[in-house]
């Protein structure tokens, strides 16, 4: 199957195993692990914080930052679309009694700021504490930009709220920063430009099993107190894990060798929406077909159900791996998501099974 459901599909490297073979382990809920406190070290580092936490996934590590901040009777503002809110089965609510209060999310991602404002409740018994403001970046697929994270950090200082960022693709984001003022930037570039991005978060998730290839595992970045109380929330979720270096060290080995390469699935998604462009527009079906112009490594294409179901049909039948719904309205949107394991070639062999489709 040529597989476009998700950056999470890739397999480990052979180089990647020789890591984890090689790794150094210990008890790491006894803190003994050194392939589990380098990664952690290293990360924090990179992006700007004291200390780091190993999870065994982002749902995980958003629970530990968003837990050892809000209380029981505390207030998350958040967007309608984000993971934290839409994706995690709730556990915010569940496992913390902490009240989502979720915003729409605008066209870019963002959340309008004066939406954010309008929403934190006065110090009154009749409401919920708002405690803390959640954003994710990217957000499907998207970047936000540089001038509204200034903005929403000046808003979360003024009204004292905490500020978390699910940065599941916090990488994805970087390169495409970075990309803006270099052409080729390097690994150091892409590491400073997530460090700008995570400057005035309290906390930050971070990814290791999307885009950078890992099998399993994300980090959560914030200071000493944050992330000692995290250590107590992910002990309580059931995420201590003991010889878990095998782990940080395929972590390890994405980190160092597959932030720069993030480009590749963005110029691969680029490469995928434009042919799909062309050809829509040449065979006159632009009315029926619409292609998001993709910043990173995501390409949404919204269908009309005719002829929407039949394309969706024969890529399928074709092998070809995708994700798709209804988006309301009889139409069908679908996802499709570059990574380490597809090729130029895939995104050919896609843009012929839709050439023919749109031929029928
Ligand atoms: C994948 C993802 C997560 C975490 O997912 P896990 O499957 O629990 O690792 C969190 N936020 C976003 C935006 C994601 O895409």
Not at 30 to 38: A, H, L, T, W
Not at 336 to 354: K, P, Q, Y
Request: with cysteine.
């Amino acid at each position: 199957m040529t597989d476009f459901r998700s950056d999470t599909v890739t397999r480990p490297s052979r180089e990647m195993r020789a890591a984890m073979l090689a790794a150094p382990v210990g008890d790491d809920v006894f803190g003994d692990d050194p392939s589990v406190n380098q990664l952690e070290q290293l990360l924090a580092e990179g992006l700007g914080f004291e200390a780091g936490l190993f999870a065994p996934s982002g749902t995980q590590s958003n629970l530990m930052g968003i837990m050892s901040q809000c209380a029981r009777g505390d207030e998350l503002i958040v967007g309608q679309g984000a993971h934290t809110y839409r994706w995690e089965g709730g556990g915010v609510a569940v496992l913390g009694s902490i009240q989502p209060q979720p915003l729409d999310n605008a066209a870019d991602g963002s959340i309008p700021l004066d939406r954010v404002l309008a929403a934190i409740k006065p110090d009154d018994p009749h409401f919920a504490r708002t405690r803390m403001l959640a954003l994710e970046n990217t957000i499907q697929g998207k970047v936000l930009t540089t001038a509204y994270l200034d903005q929403a950090r000046e808003l979360v200082r003024q009204a004292g709220l905490r500020f978390h960022l699910d940065g599941a693709r916090l990488f994805n984001a970087a390169a495409y920063q970075a990309a803006i003022h270099n052409d080729k930037p390097d690994h150091a570039q892409v590491m400073a430009a997530a460090r700008q991005i995570c400057k005035g978060f309290d906390s930050v998730s971070v990814c290791l099993s999307k885009g950078l290839g890992a099998p399993v595992g994300s980090v959560l970045l914030g200071s000493g107190e944050t992330i000692r109380a995290a250590r107590r929330v992910r002990k309580m979720l059931g995420g201590g894990m003991r010889q878990a270096g095998v782990l940080a060290a395929a972590g390890q080995y994405a980190l160092s060798s597959n932030l720069v390469r993030l480009l590749d699935d963005h110029r691969l998604a680029h490469r995928l929406a434009s042919g799909l462009s062309e050809m829509v527009a040449a065979s006159g079906k632009a009315e029926e077909i619409q292609i998001e112009t993709p910043q990173t490594n995501m390409v949404f294409v919204t269908l009309a159900a005719d002829p929407g179901e039949l394309i969706c049909q024969g890529l399928k039948a074709a092998g070809i791996g995708f994700t798709g719904g209804s988006a309301g309205a009889g139409r069908i949107r679908q996802r499709w998501v570059t990574h380490l394991d597809v090729t130029d070639a895939d995104v050919d062999r896609v843009l012929e099974n839709w050439q023919a489709l749109l031929n029928k």
